[in-house]
């Protein structure tokens, strides 16, 4: 059987037509047979009628249950929340995984926070406030305390009956961890090694001990490229001592690197980030990560604005430069964010760092000079052939076409260096390099280029 | 330990130390010591001394050599490949999984292809040649057929004694596919469900028979995506007639992630798409990559300069205008940007359809006039009180004000409907949707935002 999103639309009408018969048996048994991500699509798509929401969700076994409602979105598992009874919560909490339960925790507000934990038990309780503290971008709150643990001198036989015994309610049992005493991190072993060896084989022998662990501080960013980079399903988190106090699993990782990617790309394109779905952004939200960054954009123009009227004076015999001003200006925001873009996504990747900025800067001005010149070349054929020939603009003549390209070669350069370095340098000083994209960049490009072609002209062509 | 990166440069240093002693034992057991990755990234790192690159290859454990050599860039495979004996290259080789040997292949020259071809034997090289028939992009191209099947009416003890049998070679062992005697898929049971379960009972029972699966011609991007909705660690690749031949695992996903998210960023910046990293990328290619798109926005900005050019004559009397046509171009443009590329993010993690289109463009709509307005109002504000009363500029009259306004209203508006509405349209007629991002709006938008302006001022202030 293959996904169901392309048939939501028609599975919405046969539940509805089977809760209008009140056939419950019938949708119970359609939902048990679907995976938890696509009742929880279902379950959102049927937000316009939330009284059936959940009269549908009691019909699923614990399990799945639990497993539904950390797919669904805030909107939907408030509704739920605010539905249930505490005996129904708490049957949902504790079939929770916890870096699941303090995921749903962290978009709750307080009250629901509150009337959740009083329903779990005072060890549990204690665990979830624990990682609550962790920031929320930290391996902390990505972590679950839920792992299984070996120690060194077990045979497989005896690990694997405790993997039996202690297995069934941990996140993963993949991926176990060898401590000692001191619960001090010593190697990791894969069920794989485990179940391909002999019985009587010692973990010790069998395990991988240059472990490659994460800091509870350490940035969920990071945390997630390592995913990307040693393919590991699961990576150990250690305190400052050493000692593992979770594990963090591909299945969050991904949700990382997917979040942190759309907050740049948001970023990028001068959007305030947010996590919600297209549809799930109503129109008040969108206007508020939109608006703020195009005000900034629109004021800081008034720089562009006052040198063209400064200009305007002394160019006045020359009023043709103004029709090149937009394919100017629009060159050199487009070479400065390629410059810019690249480097942010590779900051991203952990491709480059602040200190090769030097070397970056030489190979973007390299780059840049190869590029200007092409497309200088281009212009002045161009501005020669179609705007003076075609066009029988007399006005263009070789002088005007060279002071045009030769804007070009100068505000291609600039923008390609001042693209690349913008980044990195906002990484140096902790702020984030996905500002420095686009809009921010043409701002400052625009003034740039338009100081240059102004000079140039006024040199060029005014004497 | 924690990941070795930070102190690559001191190893590096600590092994050329150790190679001029010569004392290669010690450095083969740093090696050892470390993440298949982490050896990868020396030996690139160490590429401008590459004599000792297959020296130090050569010194890795035959299964850690397979690992690391998967790890690296083409560029070091290939010297490495050009060092090595027949014999060598047939060791790797047979180590390598499937799906890693098929990536390698697909990225080098024909005449590698063919000696490394001719070290397979013939039941290897056929099924080599199979899945490079597939489409790079498709399911086929990344899936592995090193999966492990189980028949439904095994117990779990005869189960886990064919896993043992037979899971040596398999890319994972942890999901397992139940298949009848015609290798049609009919379900799928995880190792942790065996472990977990009775010796006695019957995989029928314990298997998953909803089996979400893929078609070898399915698009690696919505595969890949499927792991991010489903949290799976492999997934069933099937062919037309429902028969199993590969498994993908989550690993290749997160590839297929990262690179795809690499790629839209780098087509919404004008960028034609590369997954070479930042310093693996000569100046030339990077010439190459770039060029293009500036070219494409310099030529086409010509509209631009024609409506300007057309306007002078009648709006000669006005040139204060013109110092207004940065910021409405810079707004309409990054308005515009803000849509399309909220769009494009949107039908990657597939949340909207082209069948959306007027949902979301009434949605824009109304976005763009919460939008317009707001910044019209702050630029009214911003005109009468700075441009005019504090910088003294007596044209600056409410009428003029309100042209520009009025100007920014339409602008924000044409230009979030137009950058939603592109994406669409170019994915429902088989184009890519990142491709209509920024500087391919801005070309759009800026004609349309010049024309409303002077039209707008035509009527209001020259009459």
């Not at 990747?349 to 900025?357: A, N, P, T, Y």
Request: proline share 4%; glycine share 4%.
């Amino acid at each position: 059987m293959f996904a169901v999103e392309k048939n939501l639309t028609e599975l919405i009408e046969e539940i509805q037509e089977l809760l209008s018969q009140k056939n419950l048996g019938e949708i119970r048994s359609k939902l048990i047979a679907m995976n938890p991500y696509d009742i929880a699509e279902l379950f959102e798509e049927m937000d316009f009628e939330e009284d059936k929401v959940p009269l549908l969700f009691r019909l699923l076994p614990k399990e799945l249950a639990a497993e539904t409602f950390v797919e669904m979105d805030d909107d939907t598992q408030k509704v739920l929340i605010n539905s249930f009874s505490d005996s129904e919560l708490k049957e949902i909490i504790d079939e929770l995984y916890l870096d699941d339960a303090v995921g749903i925790l962290e978009e709750m507000p307080a009250n629901v926070v509150k009337r959740i934990l009083r329903q779990t038990d005072s060890e549990t309780r204690l665990i979830l406030n624990e990682l609550l503290n962790y920031p929320s971008d930290s391996a902390g709150s990505m972590m679950t305390p839920e792992f299984v643990t070996l120690r060194p001198k077990m045979t497989v036989e005896e690990a694997i009956k405790r993997i039996r015994r202690t297995g069934v309610d941990k996140e993963t049992i993949y991926t176990c961890y060898v401590t000692n005493n001191n619960k001090t991190l010593i190697g990791v072993v894969t069920i794989k090694t485990l179940i391909l060896a002999e019985d009587d084989a010692i973990v010790e022998e069998l395990m991988e001990s240059n472990v490659i662990s994460v800091r509870t501080t350490d940035d969920q960013e990071n945390v997630a490229q390592m995913f990307n980079n040693y393919n590991f399903l699961a990576l150990p988190v250690v305190d400052t001592e050493n000692r593992l106090v979770g594990i963090v699993t591909i299945d969050d990782a991904i949700d990382v690197l997917e979040e942190e990617a759309t907050e740049d790309i948001q970023k990028m394109a001068a959007i305030s980030p947010s996590d919600k779905p297209y549809f799930k952004l109503g129109i008040l939200e969108a206007f508020k990560i939109r608006t703020p960054w195009l005000l900034f954009l629109m004021i800081s123009a008034t720089f562009t604005g006052m040198i063209i009227n400064n200009a305007e004076t002394s160019l006045a015999a020359l009023p043709f430069l103004t029709a090149y001003i937009p394919m100017l200006m629009n060159t050199g925001g487009s070479a400065g964010s390629q410059a810019s873009v690249t480097i942010i996504r590779a900051i991203s990747l952990g491709e480059v760092s602040f200190f090769d900025i030097l070397k970056i800067a030489f190979k973007e001005s390299r780059i840049a000079l190869c590029c200007g010149v092409a497309l200088a070349v281009c212009n002045f054929a161009k501005m020669m052939l179609f705007d003076n020939m075609v066009m029988h603009n007399s006005s263009i003549t070789p002088m005007v076409a060279a002071v045009v390209c030769l804007t070009l070669v100068f505000n291609v350069l600039f923008a390609k260096v001042i693209g690349c370095c913008l980044p990195l340098i906002a990484k140096k000083f902790g702020a984030d390099p996905a500002v420095m994209a686009t809009p921010f960049i043409s701002t400052i490009v625009d003034a740039i280029t338009l100081t240059i072609y102004f000079t140039i002209a006024t040199v060029l062509l005014v004497n």
